[in-house]
């Protein structure tokens, strides 16, 4: 399992743990991010669910984020994009928690992440599902394809048949990068390589959304060059050695510990 979940298990009956997660691991994933955004809003989080008895009341988005703006001292809150900063008039975009408040997801029986399980099993599509966490502040197609991404394999959401499957695939540099070397085409876009990773996945009876994931961590922590990734992918037995020797170095790891 996904560190992530694996740290708040409590995911599926925990709406504090479902919601953690999706702050730890995906709400500030972008460039130019101050890199203790995450930890912070977990802290703010656990800190309003401690204060409110683990309910969730209707002012705690405001709660949450003056507490996140406490812990930063008020400094560099980018509140335009931060998806803590609640929606101050009807036409602009809600905050995470405002989400879950706005559909009563707690009133439901529903966490974070069932709640979006729901939307995908009761639609068979993801778009729905998509569109309803970018309609949240501060979310884009990547973050949002990354937790759906994440979300459907820990839950092992059934996805036969599932109508626009591509939007589970987060297409980052490294993505990018190695579909245009293995297709020798430099001219595709974004929603292209991910629409080649699900139809060649699936061609292959290979889950798609797992060979994402395989596709990043391979060219970004195995790898870690464009040079060395065009130089591995002409040849697949030299992807195999690196990877061979990377299980080693982990077994090797693990044997001492």
Same mark, same amino acid.
């Given at each position: 399992?996904?560190?992530?979940? +694996?740290?708040? &298990?409590?995911?599926?009956?925990?709406?504090?743990?479902?919601?953690?997660?999706?702050?730890?691991?995906? @709400? *500030?994933? +972008?460039?130019?991010?101050?890199? #203790?955004? &995450?930890?912070? @809003?977990? #802290? @703010?989080?656990?800190?309003?669910?401690? $204060?409110?008895?683990?309910?969730?009341?209707?002012?705690?988005?405001?709660?949450?984020? %003056?507490?996140? @703006?406490?812990?930063?001292?008020?400094?560099?809150?980018?509140?335009?994009?931060?998806?803590? /900063?609640?929606?101050?008039?009807?036409?602009?975009?809600?905050?995470?928690?405002?989400?879950?408040?706005?559909?009563?997801?707690?009133?439901?029986?529903?966490? /974070?992440?069932?709640?979006?399980?729901?939307?995908? #099993? %009761?639609?068979?599509?993801?778009?729905?599902?998509?569109?309803?966490?970018?309609? !949240? $502040?501060?979310?884009?197609?990547?973050?949002?394809?990354? /937790?759906?991404?994440?979300?459907?394999? !820990?839950?092992?959401?059934?996805?036969?048949? =599932?109508?626009?499957? /591509?939007?589970?695939?987060?297409?980052?540099?490294?993505?990018? +990068?190695?579909?245009?070397?293995?297709?020798?085409?430099?001219?595709?876009?974004?929603?292209?390589?991910?629409?080649?990773?699900?139809?060649?996945?699936?061609?292959?009876?290979?889950?798609?959304?797992?060979?994402?994931?395989?596709?990043?961590?391979?060219?970004?922590?195995? !790898?870690?060059?464009?040079?060395?990734? +065009?130089?591995?992918?002409?040849?697949?037995?030299?992807?195999? #050695?690196? !990877?061979?020797? *990377?299980?080693?170095?982990?077994?090797? =790891?693990? $044997?001492?510990?």
């Amino acid at each position: 399992m996904l560190p992530h979940w +694996r740290k708040y &298990s409590n995911y599926i009956t925990d709406i504090w743990d479902s919601l953690a997660i999706f702050l730890e691991g995906y @709400a *500030f994933e +972008r460039q130019g991010r101050r890199p #203790d955004y &995450s930890p912070v @809003a977990v #802290d @703010a989080l656990f800190y309003c669910k401690k $204060r409110n008895n683990s309910n969730m009341r209707k002012n705690v988005a405001y709660d949450i984020w %003056q507490h996140f @703006a406490q812990l930063l001292n008020n400094q560099r809150l980018n509140p335009r994009m931060n998806p803590l /900063y609640p929606r101050q008039t009807p036409h602009q975009k809600p905050s995470i928690i405002q989400l879950v408040l706005d559909n009563e997801i707690v009133q439901q029986n529903l966490t /974070y992440a069932t709640y979006f399980q729901n939307q995908i #099993d %009761q639609s068979n599509n993801i778009q729905n599902a998509f569109d309803l966490l970018k309609s !949240v $502040r501060g979310i884009g197609d990547k973050i949002a394809s990354l /937790y759906l991404r994440d979300l459907v394999d !820990v839950m092992n959401i059934p996805l036969d048949n =599932i109508q626009n499957r /591509y939007l589970l695939q987060p297409i980052d540099i490294w993505v990018e +990068r190695t579909v245009k070397i293995l297709t020798n085409n430099q001219e595709m876009n974004r929603n292209q390589i991910a629409n080649w990773i699900v139809s060649a996945s699936i061609k292959h009876d290979i889950n798609p959304e797992q060979v994402n994931m395989g596709m990043w961590f391979f060219a970004s922590n195995l !790898v870690l060059s464009e040079y060395k990734l +065009r130089a591995t992918l002409k040849n697949l037995n030299n992807a195999q #050695d690196l !990877v061979n020797d *990377f299980k080693t170095r982990i077994r090797n =790891i693990y $044997r001492h510990c």
